[in-house]
């Protein structure tokens, strides 16, 4: 069935108080892929209710990030969710979600400075200023997140920790093409190279997850050798991490449970990968 288009907030917040049953909700940026779709069919399964959310976030982008360009396509986002059965589909307008006057928002501290936060120190204040928006718009019980956006998952989490929300964050996994490049909306702006290019992200994890099982656990001698590996591949590597997944604090040793997050930036595109070493 064609799922309700919502488009203002206050409709959204009417249906949303007397919908019966679980919420489960999957906020996106739209031009879905199957990594999304796959969010949407765990959420199938675990709620009564599905929606999703389909909007741009400007305060995400830096200035000199690709807003403008981002890639949009709302007829066949509507197509794909109908064949999913999804119940409504929100898409708000800029200029309602961001009102002239708009002066409040939302931050987690420290958490949102390392990795990615490094080289866009505003982005994860965009995320979370959006998402507590969206939370409390439509208020649901179940939210589903890709693993894809590590960083954006604890931050997210620890957002609705500290602010006490009462929506339950569900993290699932990262959906990959055949060859092993993590879906991302972003893999359109690559030229044939660079798409091939681009492998370099998963090989690194992977050659890092074999490098693991053969006992070899110092961080910076795997992490050396990814980045020879990557920069081969014609990767400029934005940065390589050992993280502890709950806290994304750095560790030098890997062990059992660890993730490998990095950002690397192929042709003129940032792309983001992560594996967790077990
Ligand atoms: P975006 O539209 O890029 O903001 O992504 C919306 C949601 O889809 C986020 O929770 C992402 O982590 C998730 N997502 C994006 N790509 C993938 C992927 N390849 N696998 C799993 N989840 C993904």
């Given at each position: 069935m064609r799922p309700v288009l919502v488009k203002t907030i206050s409709q959204m917040m009417q249906i949303s108080t007397k919908l019966?049953?679980?919420?489960?909700?999957?906020?996106?940026?739209?031009?879905?892929?199957?990594?999304?779709?796959?969010?949407?069919?765990?959420?199938?399964?675990?709620?009564?209710?599905?929606?999703?959310?389909?909007?741009?976030?400007?305060?995400?982008?830096?200035?000199?990030?690709?807003?403008?360009?981002?890639?949009r396509d709302i007829d066949s986002d509507i197509k794909l969710l109908s064949e999913l059965d999804v119940d409504y589909i929100f898409f708000p307008q800029e200029s309602e979600m961001y009102p002239d006057g708009c002066k409040t928002w939302v931050n987690v501290d420290k958490i949102t400075q390392v990795l990615c936060g490094k080289s866009r120190p505003t982005h994860?204040?965009?995320?979370?200023?959006?998402?507590?928006?969206?939370?409390?718009?439509?208020?649901?019980?179940?939210?589903?997140?890709?693993?894809?956006?590590?960083?954006?998952?604890?931050?997210?989490?620890?957002?609705?920790?500290?602010?006490?929300?009462?929506?339950?964050?569900?993290?699932?996994?990262?959906?990959?093409?055949?060859?092993?490049?993590?879906?991302?909306?972003?893999?359109?702006?690559?030229?044939?190279a660079g798409r091939k290019n681009a492998l370099c992200l998963h090989k690194a994890l992977l050659l890092a997850k074999k490098r693991f099982r053969q006992n070899i656990t110092n961080s910076s001698k795997i992490i050396t050798e990814m980045a020879d590996l990557i920069e081969n591949m014609e990767g400029v590597i934005d940065y390589i991490e050992v993280v502890d997944p709950d806290t994304l604090e750095h560790i030098t040793e890997l062990k059992k449970g660890c993730r490998i997050l990095l950002a690397v930036i192929i042709e003129n595109t940032r792309l983001i990968d992560n594996m967790k070493m077990e």
């Open positions: 019966k049953g679980t919420i489960g909700f999957v906020p996106t940026m739209g031009y879905l892929h199957r990594g999304h779709l796959s969010l949407v069919e765990t959420a199938k399964k675990n709620a009564d209710i599905v929606i999703v959310s389909i909007f741009v976030n400007p305060t995400q982008f830096s200035p000199n990030e690709d807003l403008s360009q981002y890639p994860f204040k965009g995320v979370t200023t959006i998402v507590a928006k969206l939370m409390n718009i439509v208020d649901p019980d179940l939210m589903y997140m890709g693993e894809k956006d590590f960083q954006q998952l604890v931050v997210l989490r620890q957002m609705a920790k500290d602010l006490n929300f009462k929506t339950e964050i569900i993290g699932c996994p990262i959906i990959r093409e055949e060859d092993g490049l993590a879906m991302s909306s972003r893999n359109k702006y690559l030229s044939p």
